[in-house]
């Protein structure tokens, strides 16, 4: 038996649980995701001409990467 990394939980395989590792791989893409949205899309040539919704994602995905990188 061993203690999972992920969940600090202990493990009747001797290795990470499966969940464990994969919610952990789908957290870490998802971070990736927020932070290289705003370089994918050429926000300062056309900016002006995405929908409103659109600016207000990438606004809000803006402020949440410059947060995460204060802290």
Avoid at 9 to 35: M, P, W, Y
Avoid at 48 to 66: D, S
Wanted: charge should be negative; hydrophobic fraction near 30%; charged fraction near 35%.
């Amino acid at each position: 038996m061993k203690i999972c990394s992920v969940c600090k939980k202990i493990s009747a395989t001797g290795e990470n649980h499966l969940d464990c590792v994969q919610k952990r791989s789908i957290e870490l893409e998802d971070a990736e995701f927020k932070k290289g949205i705003t370089e994918k899309l050429n926000l300062s040539t056309d900016y002006q001409e995405l929908g409103v919704e659109v600016r207000a994602i990438l606004e809000h995905l803006t402020k949440n990467k410059n947060s995460e990188e204060k802290s």
